[in-house]
């Protein structure tokens, strides 16, 4: 299946800043890489009108210990070659190929809001989706 994005939009973005920690005697600066923590996952939603057409929801939290905590979540629409169904969301095109294209978008964006917040360069670490496959959910059909 061959997949062209449309669009991309974010819906939602909330920036915490979090209690620092205790300042020492002067703290000497090092250039240390920067402990995020990324939580990331996804809803896919189909076009009830065109069946070529589907949305993936990004729900991404980053926190960086002391520092701050971004919650955002960054819509992805879609067109595919070929008609798509609720097998979609299990497939390694949500699984692999969809969060490969998206990822560097959300990171860059990311990095780039905490930076103009006035958190300095953070880089967030690069994830490889087409080696790692993000792991998928429930499975919805299995419920009552």
């Known amino acids: 299946?061959?997949?062209?994005?449309?669009?991309?939009?974010?819906?939602?973005?909330s920036i915490k800043a979090l209690p620092p920690l205790p300042l020492k005697k002067k703290?000497?600066?090092t250039d240390e890489e920067v402990s995020?923590?990324?939580?990331?996952d996804n809803e896919v939603y189909l076009n009830n009108h065109n069946s070529k057409l589907f949305r993936v929801r990004?729900?991404?939290?980053?926190s960086i210990p002391h520092q701050v905590e971004v919650n955002l979540e960054y819509d992805f629409d879609f067109q595919s070659d070929e008609a798509v169904d609720t097998s979609l969301p299990?497939?390694?095109?949500i699984l692999s190929s969809v969060p490969?294209?998206?990822?560097?978008?959300?990171?860059?964006?990311i990095e780039n809001i905490l930076n103009m917040s006035g958190y300095g360069s953070t880089p967030l670490p690069y994830i490889d989706f087409l080696k790692n496959p993000m792991p998928y959910g429930k499975d919805e059909s299995n419920e009552e």
């Open 1 to 13: 299946m061959n997949i062209n994005p449309i669009a991309g939009k974010v819906n939602n973005l």
């Open 27 to 29: 703290a000497k600066k």
């Open 36 to 40: 995020a923590t990324i939580n990331f």
């Open 58 to 62: 990004y729900n991404i939290s980053v």
């Open 90 to 93: 299990k497939s390694s095109t």
């Open 100 to 109: 490969a294209f998206a990822y560097p978008y959300i990171k860059s964006y």
